[in-house]
């Protein structure tokens, strides 16, 4: 009876936290200072139009890959208004005034800072008193227009016969809260951007205690260094060809070691290790796991308190990494991210910056539902997630009374609820499936013709 009266409890927190996100959003996006801010000239929103401020970040947020116009229709429809016809060239133009910054800020002040203030009702996941941090990046293709070209970087078509065209392609990293699936930063560059640039220009986002995990691809003496110098942990997977010291492990290729090591820069790079202010020794601590493939893993970090931090919590640990490349799947499958709704650079990063807001402002409202599915009472025999699919769907269909209507945050987040507990997905542990080889004809065929997308 106890835990069954603190689950209730809890519920009805998580719903409370809920509403006040909505209500600062509400409250946010109808800030004349935050409009100030966020279009492009003194003029723009003034004048009594279709589209306002907030509408225009409504629609942005309600992106769908049906037409424009259809868009449109159902959209005055659901706001109750006559309708009157609204043409694609007048969103064309509302869109115009807007800069994506705002997405930027809303994001920040409206759920991260609540999510993340002392005391927040959103009982923050950590492992071990640590935020899990990932960082990666992805490659995306862009509309393939001379703007978009200039501003991300062309990517050459060759074939036979030599080259034979081109397309724009961008680079995304976000930088993600593995255990609570928030987005805390996210750039958008030139694809020949590398990873271990965007990593640096990452740290700035890190807190003290956060852990970031990383991918083979970013382990480099001069990256491990800057890590070292800023205070911040990390975790980092490390290839075969990497160190001596870490070549060596693979060669006694034995699981369960934990040794702390002094390692330093090529003869190559020592020149720009010292111009850029950085030690030229750091210490380590490489890890060595087992993988169920029989695959011998090592890691470094410099977590080197082995008491604290003993070896075998480390695959547990390294393995949610795997959680940003299910976060990029959601973003760029079920959101459809490069389906952009405009052709220029700025109404990319729009739609970019809009689908990140979406995603943690799902992550917060799904919450209080997943802890239902949780602690669920008898308990099911597997446990359960919310399907994402279903919740994304919901929240883009009710987004309009969520944020432009007059209507209670408390009735809609209800509405809400009872949608996502709907279709829930199963977790079944340790099940594994074989992968098969996929011909590029049949993954084009899937992504052309099977696939499908929320709204």
Known sequence: LLCITLWMQEHHNGRAFSEHIIQTIRRVLGSTNFCDRHKRRPQDFTRERHFCFMRTAVFLLQKTVRSVQLHLHEFFDRLGEPLEPVTASAWSQARLKLRHGAFIELNQQAILEPVYAVGSAFDVQRWRGHRLIGIDSSLIHLPNTEAMGQEFGWVPCQNQAGQCGRYAQGRLSVLTDLLNRMALQTLLVGWETGERALAVEHLSALEPKDIALLDRGFASYELFARFIARQRYFVCRCAKSGFAEVNRLFEQNQAGQSVIVEIHPSNGTVGEIRAAGLPERIKVRLVTLRLSTGELEVLATNLLDEAAYETAAFGELYNYRWRIETYYGLLKSRLDLENFTGRSPEAVRQD????????????????????????????????????????????????????????????????????????????????????????????YWFQRHVRKSVF
């Not at 669920?376 to 919901?394: I, K, T």
């Open 352 to 443: 970019v910056h809009a689908t990140i807001f979406l995603s943690n402002l799902e992550s917060v409202l799904t919450r209080p539902t997943q802890r239902q599915m949780t602690y669920a009472s008898p308990p099911p025999q597997h446990a359960c997630q919310v399907n994402r699919a279903v919740s994304f769907h919901a929240l883009k269909s009710h987004i309009i009374e969520l944020l432009l209507s007059q209507e209670p945050p408390q009735q809609v987040i209800q509405k809400l609820e009872g949608l996502f507990a709907g279709a829930p997905v199963t977790i079944r542990p340790n099940r594994k499936v074989a992968r098969k080889k996929t011909s590029a004809w049949r993954s």
